[in-house]
């Protein structure tokens, strides 16, 4: 093994690629492939090898590997029908079929090689409180099994709600759904991505129309430590590889915000209505 | 009529009535004799005819026969056979023998039938849209409910889509299949689940480098496909090569039926090698090749020929219509009679160029290879080939474009002053017994297999012992882990990398380390070529003047990390020539034999190349004015190679001193190169030369008299100790990391090359040596006994097998 990786580190410097960081020996493989090459890998970043003691992840293990939270409270105060004129929708909505979700993913490099390792989702119950629900793998081998709870949570009436979800989380999660050879619950929902009317309303006026800024200008929220979205790969590649949970647990209070901001978005943006406004909104 | 007088009145010596390809080729080789080197001609042919299929569904045999087609060329019929019974099929026939149809048919009625899907594969996008019109040109016809659509770089975004969901024939190239379908395949579902037939066109062109990458992406194919559940057939279309059945099953990896003959009808075609006369007897210097295509072309056309003219570059291509244009459109109130065509020109200017050319209403073309390809341009009476296209291969199928059904043809291949040019056309008897180049590829490659098994992981996770290809993908997905990009689970590899591994892989090149050139003249900032790793140091240095289609460029600054070179336009009067040191040290010797007095080997070499000056030689007069110094890295490269070498006490027997034996040793070298390259079909800086010792302890290569200078592994000149052994060694190696298959069929043939290296010397014109045998030489080595080409042809004698 360790053959091969030093010739295809050689041939990768002799082409015109960067060169290597060396790696400890490994046990040998095929004598064909030994023969034909004498190159080095390409190595971009040290691989990381440190186990933490930190090994912690909240939630109940509803299958191996899958972790699943679940917390009600009052958040929102829904009407029962929710306006979506808005949004440029005919018909409002029940407010219990609406279904918050958003996804923690491996990157945004789009197509096959990316994959969710969380989803959380939202919802209001019958009687008005917010149940808020997370499912976080911590194995590769747990993704059927989160996408299959997933997809018990959707019904046919169920209308998604998301923070630019059309262009990248409803796609991605179809891409898995496929992959993983289980039917496609999402093809075919009704799907509200608040980032669209978001923009046609304040676009040129905030410096930018990101989740984060209309939380604070919508809502009047401010995180405190939070880890920024583009860090939670990272989170959870360090945590498969053996180390701490720490950051992979910061990503779940993170994406529980996200969740609980996008419900307090949906319910300001159907207030508002139709029309553009460009007055700056008081915080709820 | 043309308002100035012709200033080619003795035309009329050549010209009566009007001709057919036999007359013009009598009366050319008449009044030319001394610069024809070779005539010959290939007979005609009738053709052979078959009915429409039985099996054919009505619909479409309707729409056939208002198209004007009644029956099938027996070729279209086998190929019909053949598809039905389920096999993967080649067909291999010239240009303009009805191949689309071959393929059209089966996948149109498997579409009207099954609703199954295909998915063709042009290397052009011009290829790619004729198709397409065809298609639909056939499907209005019918009415047969068939919807065709071309998916490429320039289909916008929300057009994708529909393709993807409607598409029942998705036209495209292999890079989009590599970088933009298979990644995505999710998005493709339905299309693959329904896929039958898999269409690759032009597969000869799919050789070399990039054939091996092609190769790999259709492994790719096939895994997604086998993850949808299908195994579509595949259908090939190639010009004709050596080893079209044994290239197509490489390519796929599984059995293939090849259909080689075919049954279009053809008229003879009668093929002249052309050399043009020399003007200059000391130095050898040929009259240039443009003067006699104009001349050739000329003179087709006032016969009322319809002449094709094939130039090598953009830039000749407009010097030579320029030409035409001034003797046949020099009034502006008439429709033109002569077209260039080339690809930097609009694809609107050039479907109006093909259209033109199809209705009869042009009488010359000019054009670069882009017209090699199967565009339909109608039919043709000469084709004059401004250069040797580089392949026996590539010049049939370019003489192919001529040919009516009845009346005979006209090929003038004219040779440059290039070696290989010489070297051609001063063996005729080698270009007309010659089977085509045999196309080669090698997809175990192992850094294109890495970056194709990196990318198919992208695509599909590994699972347990799958294979890829012929082997067993562990070892190199343990590889990938390494690298960060896969994290193993159990028995699964899947990919973890927030990174798209087929953006960074180029299917033609081996290396990624591709320089940009930027032009800074008049402060822009604008890409204007590209140049690879190899080429770099000998053409980006800083002070090098870099051409680029005929146009000076001076190198400023060259950002070797970052792989820039920033130039300005120059008027300076003179070029430059990089000073080019390799040494080499073997490896590992695969196999080994005698060779005349020596031996020949073949094994793996390491290579080291390094550029410390250049030369600054004015043009037209190559005086020598001045040296520069270059500051760049050795470039490093483990390959494989075939190499030569000779015992001391032969050569002290047979050399008065090692100096001689070191020129000959240069000159062998160089003469065996160009034979070399010219038997593995390889393009000139493919396979590379070197003069060393086998241990790497010196290394030999021209000093600026052009006589062999030793120089030390630092690269100062060295000299030799009396008492040093001394076994000079002439290497040949491929000039990819990892080597790319040239040694080994080199090796086998290695007897041949050595003869055909006298013979080449022997038979070369000139007095004591030239660029077309054994290098450029100086007029001072004039001594009959000691001139550089002796020398060569002594080293050469103690090389022939006994």
């Given at each position: 093994m360790s053959a091969l990786v030093n010739k295809l580190r050689q041939l990768r410097t002799e082409s015109g690629q960067s060169p290597a960081i060396a790696l400890p020996p490994k046990p040998t493989i095929s004598a064909d492939v030994l023969r034909l090459i004498q190159g080095r890998s390409r190595i971009q970043r040290v691989t990381q090898r440190a186990t933490s003691?930190?090994?912690?992840?909240?939630?109940?293990?509803?299958?191996p590997g899958l972790y699943f939270i679940e917390a009600f409270m009052d958040w929102g105060c829904p009407t029962p029908l929710i306006e979506t004129a808005f949004a440029r929708w005919e018909e409002p909505v029940a407010h219990h079929r609406l279904l918050h979700f958003d996804t923690e993913t491996t990157g945004l490099a789009g197509g096959t090689g990316t994959r969710a390792w969380m989803i959380g989702a939202a919802n209001w119950m019958a009687d008005g409180r917010f149940r808020l629900r997370q499912l976080t793998t911590t194995t590769m081998?747990?993704?059927?099994?989160?996408?299959?709870?997933?997809?018990?949570?959707?019904?046919?009436?169920?209308?998604?709600?998301?923070?630019?979800?059309k262009s990248y989380d409803s796609p991605l999660l179809r891409t898995r759904y496929r992959l993983a050879r289980l039917p496609d619950r999402i093809h075919g929902l009704g799907h509200l991505d608040l980032l669209h009317p978001v923009r046609r309303h304040w676009k040129g006026v905030w410096e930018n129309c990101r989740l984060a800024t209309a939380e604070r200008e919508l809502l009047g929220v401010v995180r405190e430590d939070d880890l920024p979205g583009s860090e939670a790969p990272a989170a959870w590649l360090t945590y498969l590889r053996g180390g701490s949970a720490v950051n992979l647990r910061r990503v779940m209070t993170h994406n529980a915000q996200d969740l609980k901001s996008l419900a307090g978005i949906l319910l300001h943006m159907a207030r508002l209505g139709a029309t553009p406004i460009n007055a700056v909104d008081m915080p709820q | 009529m043309n308002a100035l007088p012709d200033r080619y009145a003795s035309d009329e010596l050549v010209l009566r009535h009007p001709s057919d390809g036999r007359t013009l080729a009598q009366r050319l080789s008449k009044r030319y004799a001394a610069r024809i080197t070779g005539a010959f001609m290939v007979p005609g042919r009738e053709g052979s005819f078959a009915p429409l299929p039985d099996d054919l569904p009505p619909a479409l045999a309707q729409a056939l026969r208002s198209r004007g087609v009644e029956q099938l060329y027996s070729h279209q019929a086998e190929a019909w056979a053949a598809t039905q019974s389920g096999a993967h099929v080649a067909v291999v026939t010239p240009t303009a023998s009805g191949k689309s149809l071959c393929y059209t048919l089966p996948v149109i009625t498997a579409a009207m039938t099954q609703h199954a899907k295909a998915l063709y594969l042009f290397p052009t996008k011009a290829l790619a849209q004729d198709q397409v019109a065809e298609l639909l040109e056939l499907n209005q016809a019918g009415?047969?409910?068939?919807k065709a659509f071309t998916f490429d770089g320039d289909t916008p975004g929300d057009a994708r889509q529909a393709i993807r969901l409607h598409g029942d024939i998705v036209v495209s190239n292999p890079d989009m299949l590599h970088q933009a379908i298979l990644p995505h395949h999710t998005k493709w579902a339905q299309f693959f689940e329904n896929l039958r037939y898999v269409v690759i066109d032009e597969v000869h062109t799919y050789r070399g480098v990039f054939g091996s990458h092609v190769a790999n992406v259709i492994r790719r194919l096939k895994r997604v496909c086998a993850f949808y559940g299908v195994s579509p057939q595949f259908i090939l279309c190639s010009a004709t090569i050596g080893n079209p059945k044994e290239h197509a099953e490489a390519l796929i990896e599984d059995a293939v039926t090849a259909i080689t003959e075919s049954g279009a009808p053809t008229g003879d075609k009668h093929v002249l090698l052309w050399n043009p006369p020399v003007v200059n007897p000391d130095l050898g210097l040929r009259a240039s090749a443009r003067s006699q295509t104009n001349r050739i072309a000329r003179l087709a056309i006032k016969s009322g020929m319809k002449t094709l003219v094939f130039a090598q570059s953009r830039t000749m291509v407009e010097v030579l219509t320029k030409y035409l244009k001034d003797v046949f459109d020099n009034d502006p109130r008439k429709p033109a009679r002569i077209r260039a065509y080339r690809?930097?020109?609009?694809?609107?200017?050039?479907?109006?160029?093909?259209?033109?050319?199809?209705a009869g209403?042009?009488?010359g073309i000019v054009s670069t290879s882009a017209l090699e390809l199967g565009v339909d341009i109608g039919s043709l009476d000469v084709v004059v080939l401004n250069g040797y296209p580089g392949s026996v291969a590539a010049t049939w199928q370019r003489f192919g474009r001529a040919g009516r059904r009845q009346q005979s043809a006209l090929g003038v291949l004219v040779a440059s002053s290039d070696p290989l040019d010489q070297y051609l056309v001063r063996h005729p008897e080698f270009f007309q017994g010659a089977t085509p180049?045999?196309?080669?590829?090698?997809?175990?490659?192992?850094?294109?297999?890495?970056?194709?098994?990196?990318?198919?992981?992208?695509e599909l996770p590994f699972v347990g012992d799958e294979m890829f290809g012929t082997e067993i993908a562990t070892p190199w997905l343990d590889v990938l882990g390494e690298e960060g990009v896969l994290h193993r689970e159990g028995d699964r590899w899947e990919w973890i990398a927030d990174s798209y591994p087929a953006i960074a892989v180029s299917l033609r090149s081996v290396a990624d380390g591709n320089f940009v050139v930027v032009d800074r003249t008049n402060g822009r900032q604008m890409i204007i070529a590209e140049v690879d790793y190899t080429a770099a140091p000998v053409t980006l240095y800083e002070g090098a003047i870099h051409m680029i289609q005929s146009v000076p460029y001076q190198v400023e600054r060259l950002d070797w990390e970052g792989r820039k070179a920033y130039v300005t336009r120059t008027q300076a009067d003179y070029y430059t020539d990089a000073i080019d040191y390799t040494k080499l040290?073997?490896?590992?010797?695969?196999?080994?034999?005698?060779?005349?007095?020596?031996?020949a080997h073949h094994g793996e070499v390491h290579v080291v190349r390094r550029v410390p000056g250049y030369k600054k030689i004015r043009f037209y007069s190559h005086e020598n004015i001045g040296y520069g110094s270059v500051n760049l890295p050795d470039q490093e490269l483990h390959t494989t190679a075939v190499w030569w070498q000779l015992a001391q006490v032969v050569l002290d027997a047979a050399f008065e001193d090692r100096q001689q034996a070191l020129d000959g040793f240069l000159g062998a070298a160089y003469a065996l190169h160009i034979v070399a390259t010219v038997a593995v079909m390889a393009e000139a800086r493919d396979l590379q030369k070197s003069v060393g010792s086998g241990d790497g302890a010196w290394f030999v290569s021209a000093d600026v008299s052009g006589r062999g200078q030793i120089r030390g592994t630092d690269g100062q000149p060295a000299a030799l100790a009396p008492d040093a052994?001394?076994?000079?060694?002439?290497?040949?190696?491929?000039?990819?990391?990892?080597?790319?298959?040239?040694?080994?069929?080199?090796?086998?043939?290695?007897?041949?090359?050595?003869?055909?290296?006298?013979?080449?010397?022997?038979?070369?014109?000139?007095?004591?040596?030239?660029?077309?045998?054994?290098?450029?030489?100086?007029?001072?080595?004039?001594?009959?006994?000691?001139?550089?080409?002796?020398?060569?042809?002594?080293?050469?004698?103690?090389?022939?097998?006994?």
């Open positions: 003691a930190d090994r912690f992840v909240p939630g109940v293990e509803i299958a081998g747990a993704e059927v099994a989160m996408l299959r709870t997933f997809a018990d949570w959707i019904e046919p009436d169920t209308v998604l709600v998301s923070y630019n979800g | 009415a047969l409910g068939v690809g930097g020109y609009l694809p609107k200017e050039r479907r109006a160029a093909e259209r033109e050319m199809r209403s042009i009488d180049e045999h196309a080669r590829i090698q997809p175990d490659q192992p850094l294109i297999l890495l970056d194709h098994i990196r990318c198919a992981a992208f040290k073997v490896l590992d010797c695969f196999d080994t034999s005698n060779a005349g007095c020596g031996q052994p001394f076994t000079p060694t002439v290497y040949l190696y491929d000039a990819f990391p990892g080597g790319i298959g040239q040694s080994e069929p080199l090796f086998n043939r290695r007897e041949d090359l050595v003869a055909q290296s006298v013979t080449l010397i022997e038979r070369c014109d000139c007095r004591g040596g030239c660029p077309a045998c054994v290098g450029p030489v100086l007029a001072a080595d004039e001594d009959a006994a000691t001139t550089p080409k002796a020398l060569a042809l002594r080293v050469l004698a103690l090389l022939v097998a006994l």
